[in-house]
């Protein structure tokens, strides 16, 4: 059983540490999905579909980093989209944090939080929140 957490502390501390973070002049500028990888292999049979309408809604997704920090999550998904928003970078946490635009100097209104990273000379965006790896390329 020691043996088990110990492989497990390992393994996701190897996860943490394979890919190389993007700093903020690499994340300026247009990003377009081109591949979805589902970060949980098991799911329930009734979110398979829902799943998969959101895999397709991602392959047609693209990301905008705006030098000034405005940020555009450009998805066929209205609810989802983004329009006036905020980018920062928590140096905390590694993380892109999206908020409102009206609360870009304060901590509130957290939309969405992503991690960054450069694998095997790939840029790839994870949404921790959804559970997807989203590979991605400068548009």
């Known amino acids: 059983m020691k043996n088990l957490i ?3 502390i390992f393994l996701f501390a190897t996860m ?8 903020e002049k690499e994340l300026t500028g247009k990003w377009k ?3 979805v990888d589902m970060l949980v292999p098991d799911v329930r049979k009734e979110q398979t579909d829902k ?3 959101l ?3 991602f392959l047609r997704l693209t990301f905008e980093f705006k030098a000034d ?3 555009t999550f450009d998805i066929d998904i209205p609810e989802y989209k983004l329009a006036n928003a905020h980018w920062k970078i928590n140096n905390n946490t590694n993380t892109i944090q999206i908020q409102d635009w009206k ?6 209104s957290l939309l969405l939080e992503l991690s960054a990273l450069k694998e095997n000379g ?3 965006f994870i949404i921790s929140e959804m559970f997807f790896s989203l590979e991605v390329v400068r548009e």
């Open 6 to 8: 110990a492989l497990i």
């Open 16 to 23: 943490q540490t394979q890919g190389q973070t993007i700093s």
């Open 33 to 35: 999905v081109v591949k």
């Open 51 to 53: 799943i998969e309408m």
């Open 55 to 57: 895999k397709k809604a």
């Open 69 to 71: 920090k405005h940020f």
């Open 103 to 108: 609360d870009k100097d304060s901590d509130k």
């Open 122 to 124: 790939k840029t790839v």
